[in-house]
């Protein structure tokens, strides 16, 4: 039995290909563990807030010393960061936009990335605090992104990778639904993308 967390950043809907893609995983996962539990997070539908001030200091100021104005600002930085511990699986939907994450995600990700929380700086360089989880990425794009010219503007994977890796989240796997706008391969790029997931 595994508590799974979905992280949902595509505003598409039922007609988005990440969520597709990101829901045949954990059919798979719940296949493997039967009675595991799912938390969705859809951070289109319930947006975090994009990093002021406000959030900044409340992230500095000691938990003890924390008035209700730093409280109401660390609250969706608290409860994301909550949810990732908590999960043993985390299923990350991440689509390719203008090839970068959607602003969503990245709103997300600047509340997770928490000093003496989520990482912290040693003796011996910094060191990631989110321990012991597997992370699988469900991206999708309309190119080709995975090889050939335009590789090198794929900025979703490689940026995913290095931001969560520091944060302790090193144990990952890439699934793909792409080529979802190029003729010759979009006819197929669902069934293959959905039928690449090995949870191996």
């Known amino acids: 039995m595994k508590k799974i967390l979905h992280i949902i950043s595509s505003p598409r809907g039922a007609a988005s290909f990440s ?3 990101g829901n045949a995983i954990i059919e798979k996962i719940l296949a493997a563990y039967p009675g595991s539990t799912v938390t969705e997070n859809n951070l289109v539908d319930h947006p975090f807030p994009h990093l002021e001030e406000a959030h ?3 992230f ?3 938990a003890e010393s924390r008035t209700e104005a730093n409280l109401e600002a ?5 409860e994301a960061i909550r949810q990732i511990m908590d999960a043993d699986i985390i299923v990350l939907g991440a689509p390719l936009y203008n090839f ?6 990245k709103a997300w990700i600047d509340h997770i990335v928490r000093a003496g929380i989520t990482f912290n700086y040693g003796a011996n360089g910094p060191e ?14 309309g190119g080709v992104y995975s090889t050939g010219p335009m590789q090198a503007y794929d900025f979703v994977i490689p940026y ?3 931001t969560l890796g520091f944060l302790g989240l090193t144990d990952v796997s890439v699934f793909r639904i792409e080529g979802t706008k ?16 090995n949870l191996n």
Do not use: C, M, R
């Open 19 to 21: 969520i597709q893609l």
């Open 56 to 58: 900044i200091t409340s």
């Open 60 to 62: 500095f100021t000691p």
């Open 74 to 78: 660390i609250k969706h930085s608290d």
């Open 100 to 105: 970068g994450v959607h602003s969503s995600l």
């Open 128 to 141: 990631g605090l989110i321990k012991n989880k597997k992370l699988y990425i469900a991206t999708s794009s």
């Open 160 to 162: 995913l990778k290095a």
């Open 182 to 197: 190029v003729p010759g391969v979009q006819e197929t790029a669902v069934a293959d993308g959905i039928a690449s997931i």
